[in-house]
């Protein structure tokens, strides 16, 4: 099975229309995807994010999608950010429209943006954020109230890493996710951005194999044209470190299908 479960539309930074993506999915013979445009944030409106308005239309354009293209299973998501406090609000949003799943992001500490510009992380301590960030990533996960996390070592983003070995953060955040039974993405995002690496590395993604944590794949498309781009290296990478199955989302109930 190849399955997409991460693409944006236009209404927040990406490109086009569900439909305009599952066009390119049917084209390259993806066998399911999964819409997850930005959610809105509880407390601010940002140009990244949907804003409490466009839900509806948002979950139109799904629907139009899935009536245009009914070969493909279209499913119906979002991407929520995840920052310490949202909790109330992220179950409101869950109880709005009978969403499919939902991929939990943390794209922010506190102010400073995980995965807004290099420049960013030029003037930081990176080891500490890369800390920081996984200790907010767990608490993520602790929350149950996503159903995948996204891009998981999203701190590599501009390359800037830290030079001890981090294995045993990966272990603690990893057994967090396995114990409140969170699956992770693997996104080929990341092989478009200056680390030119999947959404995890190999070695985080082979702990998360020994821990049994089950696994989304997506491409965190933008454009139409990103629609499962570069999965052949994701599946690869996957089969590597022991996978030989991928999620699925139903109305948040989740089945495992064969890679
Ligand atoms: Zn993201
Ligand atoms: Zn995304």
């Given at each position: 099975m190849l399955i997409d479960y991460h693409m944006h539309t236009?209404?927040?930074?990406?490109?086009?229309?569900p439909a305009d993506y599952a066009r390119v999915a049917v084209e390259r013979g993806l066998d399911e995807i999964g819409c997850s445009d930005h959610a809105p944030l509880a407390e601010r409106e940002t140009d990244w994010t949907m804003k409490k308005s466009d839900l509806e239309t948002y979950v139109n354009w799904v629907r139009e999608a899935q009536a245009k293209f009914p070969q493909l299973p279209i499913k119906l998501g979002l991407e929520v950010d995840y920052v310490p406090g949202c909790e109330d609000w992220v179950r409101e949003l869950a109880a709005m429209y009978p969403w499919d799943f939902f991929l939990g992001s943390v794209h922010y500490l506190g102010e400073f943006p995980?995965?807004?510009?290099?420049k960013d992380w030029e003037t930081e301590n990176v080891e500490a954020r890369w800390r920081e960030y996984f200790e907010l990533w767990k608490k993520a996960a602790r929350?149950?109230?996503?159903d995948s996390l996204s891009h998981p070592d999203l701190p590599k983003k501009f390359n800037f890493r830290p030079t001890t070995d981090f294995t045993s953060v990966y272990d603690d955040a990893l057994g967090a996710v396995a114990e409140s039974d969170v699956a992770i993405e693997v996104s080929t995002a990341g092989l478009r951005?200056?680390?030119?690496?999947?959404?995890?590395s190999e070695p985080f993604l082979k702990i998360a194999r020994r821990l049994n944590v089950p696994i989304t794949l997506g491409?965190?498309?933008?454009?139409?044209?990103?629609?499962?781009?570069e999965y052949g290296k994701a599946i690869a990478l996957a089969r590597s470190c022991g996978y030989d199955k991928v999620c699925r989302f139903t109305l948040r109930k989740r089945d495992l299908v064969k890679l």
């Open positions: 236009e209404l927040t930074d990406g490109t086009g229309r995980v995965d807004r510009s290099a929350t149950r109230l996503f951005k200056p680390c030119r690496e999947i959404y995890p491409s965190d498309a933008h454009i139409p044209q990103d629609v499962g781009a």
